[in-house]
């Protein structure tokens, strides 16, 4: 997702990845986005920041294409080179332990508003 700051005009001025004060969401074809990336003054290095947040999101994507092709038995884990399990899996791991972290702080908070 992108965020974008209008100026008073109502032109982008900025451009964000997260949602925030004053931010509104924009969509990825929207001309006013296009016409802003390309007339910008630092123009390639602010696409070259967008299309490398595509990438990122379109790689979580792909991992869960490949979890669902798993699940339906289109493919096995072991079909996939070895490097690439093993990237899931480290992945996986930390995703987990982010996620056990997060419910325990979450238990502790609700603890402490008993």
Request: glycine share 2%; charged share 35%; hydrophobic share 40%.
């Amino acid at each position: 997702m992108i965020f974008i700051r209008r100026n008073t005009e109502g032109e982008i001025s900025e451009i964000d990845f997260s949602p925030g004060p004053n931010l509104e969401e924009i969509s990825l074809f929207d001309p006013q986005l296009k016409d802003f990336l390309k007339h910008s003054p630092h123009s390639e290095e602010l696409i070259k920041t967008v299309l490398d947040k595509l990438d990122l999101d379109m790689v979580r994507v792909i991992e869960d294409l490949i979890d669902v092709m798993i699940n339906k038995e289109l493919i096995r884990f072991t079909d996939l080179p070895q490097a690439v399990q093993n990237k899931l899996l480290f992945k996986k791991s930390i995703r987990n332990s982010l996620r056990e972290e997060r419910e325990i702080l979450i238990e502790e908070e609700e603890a402490l508003n008993f």
